[in-house]
């Protein structure tokens, strides 16, 4: 199966959050940002044991893996991104902290074409210089 439709359901998924977890921590019986990324990422790690359970997949085997401190380092700036990311909505407006956060995906892009050699094209360095431009005009008053 093609990555296109997980990143489209992804897409449709991830759009929901900013506006939810602004609206749970806002206003008259706001929950702090910190205790509704518990609650968020609960359901997230629920739903992921969920489908490790479901399609039988074993955790143990990979815990010797050379791969792993990767993927404890993902979850220790995923762990600084959310909450930070949570705070901000907590903080600020939507339209606001969601593209500066979105920006994410410039910073990876350029991570990934100089230390992964993924190719550099001058339509990926327009994309990316179209996606500044972007944040910068949604984030200006």
Same mark, same amino acid.
């Given at each position: 199966? +093609? ?5 489209? &359901? *992804?897409? $449709?998924?991830?759009?929901? %959050?900013?506006? #939810? ?43 010797? +893996? ?5 993927? &404890? *380092?993902? $979850?220790?700036?995923?762990? %600084?991104?959310? #909450? ?50 972007? &944040? ?6």
């Amino acid at each position: 199966m +093609s990555y296109l439709p997980w990143a489209i &359901v *992804a897409l $449709g998924a991830y759009t929901l %959050v900013p506006v #939810l977890m602004r609206t749970a921590t806002t206003g008259t019986e706001a929950i702090p940002s910190d205790v509704a990324t518990v609650i968020s990422n609960s359901i997230l790690v629920v739903g992921a044991v969920a489908v490790v359970v479901g399609t039988d997949q074993r955790v143990t085997p990979h815990l010797g +893996s050379s791969k792993l401190p990767y993927a &404890v *380092a993902a $979850g220790v700036f995923l762990a %600084v991104g959310i #909450l930070t990311y949570y705070r901000a909505l907590a903080l600020g407006p939507v339209s606001v902290v969601t593209p500066v956060f979105g920006m994410f995906l410039v910073t990876s892009s350029i991570i990934g074409m100089a230390f992964l050699d993924e190719p550099v094209t001058a339509r990926k360095i327009a994309g990316i210089g179209f996606a500044v431009l972007a &944040v910068y005009l949604v984030t200006v008053d």
